[in-house]
């Protein structure tokens, strides 16, 4: 399977949007949303670029699912990957392949990211990178899971774009990246407790502003659990003449 | 099964397969046997099958039902080994754009275990034979269709398999690469690989095929060799007449002439059968004249797949 993730994995570097979006986008949107927010930030104890570093990298990582559609089906790649489809490689390897490489590609932007932007606004992370790491790690493997399991089941890479597009936004919105879910209402708030990103985000804060690590593990766990429904969703509805 | 027609071994046998789409049936109970070093044509129109049945042997669409096997062992259980032992190359490009067409090639030899000098090796000769190694670190994007469509035949037959399926592999490309790689196929013909061929082009399956199967709306319409399929016409040539609407003959009288055998009347003209070679011509436009008919045109055809097609279905294979 190497071989395969190597190759869907170049493909994903050599594609210059995907590249931008995944680097030069997030970086961006820290920048600007850190400087727009400035004044709403006690600069003593969390700096507004502390905490969008934290929620936009969190973004990033639930984006990801995008990146692995476009891995596993885009016009582009479906073609080629019909005709690994012919040699002797066994069908799951397929799409799990499309799901690591993926994977490998988020982690390599966001550890870009962070180091740039710890270089230049001083982001520390609290001294928990590393646990903040491993949630960013266990929602971009969800991630990429939902997105080729949402190819799988509708068939086509369009389609499944524009849904998770929407799926995404509203996880970030209710998992409170941008926001507070309070700010929409109580019910929205109340709602929140359900979203990944919500459970990234608070596992995340805590770790990094109070050095309480208590909802790391129980995050990546129950992240890296629905991650392995998704791949039985992928093993139980992937077909080889999708590709077609 | 039937024996083959060659006394050489069955590489791959299929038998009654059936699929369909939704309400479509693609195929209806396809049987045919495919004998070693042997180049195999599928003849047909577009929508006859061909691709649908490519497809399952190739492992990509699962068949509703019928048997295959490989070298007489059943396909299911035996697929891996029959993948590794199978070239596919497919009707639509399927190869990387944005890599060197030396990269391509590695990448798909690489999937069948190949590797270091023996990959390197091979990769060397899959793009000699199409000839592409002057040209093996550039990009396909940068190529034209025809170099395209050679490349993704480098791509599926790099790891050199013993059968070689070409579906469709000339549609659309230029007269020059067309010839390249009916070249090609020939070349793996005197190399005794064995080739499976689709295509609705009868002059390249004229040229290439060692056996033919024709096959229509799914189903097997006639199996031999050329020659064997154009005696089923009989050996007649064919003048074809394009004349104005609402003509009415006096069919007897047409083939009262000497070597005039059959009459056809069609949408496309009047169709005279005659005996090879006679030459019935003054005749036959005297007659035509006799009986007031105005020819607009005037078309003598040989013997070929296309009126073996016409005959055996009453359409035209390009229909």
Same mark, same amino acid.
């Given at each position: ?34 400087? &727009? ?27 990801i699912s995008i990146i692995a559609t476009n891995s596993f089906m ?9 005709? =690994? ?10 799409y799990?392949?499309k799901v690591?490489?993926t ?16 270089? =230049? ?21 969800l991630a990429s899971t939902i997105g080729v399991a949402f190819c799988c089941l509708l068939r086509d890479e369009e389609s499944a774009n524009k849904i998770l597009a929407l799926v995404n ?9 941008? /926001?507070?879910?309070?700010? =929409?209402?109580?019910? /929205?708030?109340? @709602?929140?407790? +359900? ?23 129980? @995050?990546?766990? &129950? ?6 429904v998704f791949l039985?969703i992928c093993?139980?509805t992937f077909?080889?003449?999708d590709?077609? | ?12 046998? %299929? ?16 049987? +045919? ?13 577009? !929508?006859? #099958? ?5 497809? &399952? ?51 798909? !030899? ?55 399926? +070409? ?45 033919? %199967? &024709? ?18 016409? !009989? ?18 009288? /047409? ?15 009047? !169709? /005279? ?40 279905? #009453? ?5």
């Amino acid at each position: 399977m190497l071989p395969i993730i190597r190759r869907d994995l170049l493909n994903l570097l050599i594609n210059p949007a995907l590249l931008l979006y995944n680097t030069l986008f997030p970086f961006l949107l820290i920048v600007v949303l850190g400087a &727009i927010n400035r004044d709403l930030y006690d600069s003593e104890v969390i700096t507004a670029h502390d905490y969008y570093t934290v929620a936009i990298l969190v973004f990033m990582a639930l984006n990801i699912s995008i990146i692995a559609t476009n891995s596993f089906m885009e016009r582009s790649v479906k073609r080629p990957n019909l005709r =690994i489809g012919y040699a002797p490689v066994a069908e799951w390897k397929l799409y799990v392949s499309k799901v690591l490489a993926t994977f490998l590609f988020c982690m390599g932007s966001i550890l870009l990211v962070s180091a740039v932007v710890a270089r =230049i606004y001083g982001v520390g992370f609290g001294g928990a990178y590393f646990a903040f790491l491993a949630l960013l790690a266990a929602l971009a493997m969800l991630a990429s899971t939902i997105g080729v399991a949402f190819c799988c089941l509708l068939r086509d890479e369009e389609s499944a774009n524009k849904i998770l597009a929407l799926v995404n936004l509203f996880l970030a919105l209710l998992g409170g990246v941008f /926001f507070h879910p309070r700010t =929409i209402g109580e019910t /929205f708030a109340a @709602a929140s407790a +359900f979203s990944p990103v919500r459970w990234v985000m608070q596992a995340s804060m805590r770790a990094i502003h109070d050095n309480d690590y208590a909802m790391v593990l129980p @995050a990546v766990v &129950i992240m890296l659990a629905l991650g392995g429904v998704f791949l039985l969703i992928c093993r139980r509805t992937f077909r080889l003449e999708d590709y077609l | 099964m039937k024996k083959g027609v060659f006394a050489l071994k069955t590489i791959l046998s %299929v038998d009654n397969l059936q699929k369909s789409y939704k309400d479509v049936k693609a195929l209806k109970g396809l049987s +045919f046997d495919v004998q070693e070093k042997e180049v195999f044509c599928l003849l047909g129109p577009n !929508g006859a #099958g061909k691709t649908t049945t490519i497809n &399952i042997l190739a492992g990509i669409l699962g068949a509703d039902s019928g048997k295959m096997a490989y070298r007489g062992k059943p396909l299911g259980k035996n697929l891996q080994h029959f993948k590794r032992n199978l070239g596919v190359v497919p009707q639509e490009l399927a190869i990387y754009e944005e890599i060197t067409a030396y990269e391509n090639v590695r990448f798909f !030899g690489s999937l069948y275990g190949i590797k270091g000098e023996p990959l390197k090796q091979r990769i060397r000769t899959a793009l000699s034979r199409v000839g592409l190694l002057e040209v093996q670190h550039r990009k396909p994007r940068t190529f034209s269709g025809g170099m395209k469509r050679r490349l993704n035949i480098a791509c599926g037959v790099v790891h050199e398999p013993e059968l070689i399926i +070409f579906d469709e592999p000339t549609v659309g490309i230029d007269p020059q690469s067309r010839k390249y790689i009916l070249d090609y196929i020939k070349s793996l013909k005197d190399d005794g690989i064995t080739v499976v061929y689709t295509s609705h082009y009868m002059e390249e399956v004229e040229e290439i095929a060692t056996r033919i %199967v &024709i096959v229509d709306h799914g189903r097997l319409i006639a199996e031999g060799t050329k020659e064997s399929l154009q005696a089923t016409i !009989g050996d007649t040539d064919r003048y074809t007449v394009e004349t104005e609407d609402g003509v009415k003959l006096n069919e007897d009288r /047409f083939l009262a002439l000497d070597g005039v055998t059959r009459v056809e009347e069609g949408e496309a003209g009047l !169709g /005279f059968l005659v005996e090879r070679d006679k030459d019935v011509l003054p005749d036959l436009v005297e007659e035509l004249s006799r009986q007031h008919v105005r020819i607009r045109s005037l078309e003598k055809e040989r013997a070929n797949l296309e009126r073996v097609f016409l005959h055996l279905t #009453g359409h035209s294979l390009r229909g």
